[in-house]
């Protein structure tokens, strides 16, 4: 082999490395595919408009709550976790009976298997069916349960993906009440 | 002169590359709004399929993108306007078309590059062999040529 074709292989097989590394690096630092199930860019922003008449035909809407904690879960009857934490919902609607709401709304179902399962499985708080959609997307639900905290001013503070408990929410409650407190 | 021909050569395979790149990259602007919003949930992902649009996803969350698309196209918001709020709420990922800008037009690109790449490693090598055809013979390589003839 000569010189000069020394020299063109190598200058080939660094191009060839450079790209390369190139695109490790480019899938080494690029965000996960899977990584948006568990963030989302509505923590600490302002509570998407959540308005309407409820399957017990009161109205709700989410600023009329902004002197309070709401809840918002999104759920199934088709949906097993949504039916194991429907308990939890209710304990917490009971414990904050004065500074909290829980709110509903039927994710991928219909509005006579939504009335069924509060039938069945009781709760007292309103659920608004989403027609277009347009909640489900403006909070980046993927499936349900999904959970969201409003804390008092209408700002998001917390996402749960999947079943949650009473004490879960409330430990995100007490934190913040105690950081405001020591503010 | 022969360096002329190659210019040409080179002008003529410079713009069919860039009319096939062009014509991949240009779309016909859609109809009608039933066209539009076709067209943006056949590029939309569905964020918890694999590698299925939300036009063939039977996930609930597949149905919400494709409710809240017909929805979006009725009030008559823009495909950029659409596409970038899906990508707000369920990552960048769920765009099946790659951007055409940053780290992403590689896609658009490395192809393109690669191809003319190629096509001039090719043309350098083919113009090395016929240099090489008409090359003299000397006389150690003809008595080697002649010795190998020869019958054993």
Known sequence: ?183 | MKQRHWISWFCVALVASLALVAASIADDPPATDGERAYEIKATTLCPVCDGQNVLESNAPVAAAIRAQVDELVSEGRSDEEIRGWMARQYGKDVNANPPRTGIASLVWIAPVFVAVASAAFLVFAFRKWRVGRGAQLSDDDLKIVSSLREPT
């Open chain 1, 1 to 183: 082999m000569t010189a000069r074709n020394v020299g063109t292989v190598r200058f080939v097989s660094a191009t060839v490395g450079l790209i390369l590394f190139g695109f490790v690096v480019v899938l080494a630092t690029r965000e996960s595919g899977t990584g948006t199930a568990s963030r989302s860019p509505l923590i600490g922003q302002l509570v998407p408009a959540v308005a309407g008449v409820g399957l017990n035909e009161a109205t709700f809407d989410v600023d009329d709550f902004s002197d309070r904690w709401v809840l918002i879960n999104f759920f199934a009857s088709w949906c097993v976790p949504c039916e194991r934490e429907h308990p939890e919902l209710d304990d917490w609607s009971r414990r904050h009976k004065k500074d909290g709401v829980v709110v509903s709304i039927p994710f991928g179902d219909t509005e006579e298997d939504a009335r069924a399962f509060f039938a069945e499985h009781g709760g007292d708080w309103p659920v608004l069916m989403d027609g277009d959609a347009a909640w489900a997307v403006a909070f980046g639900v993927l499936r349900p349960p999904e959970s969201f905290l409003v804390g008092p001013g209408g700002i998001v503070v917390a996402k749960w993906q999947g079943q949650i408990t009473a004490d879960e929410v409330d430990r995100v409650v007490n934190d913040l009440e105690r950081k405001a407190v020591d503010r």
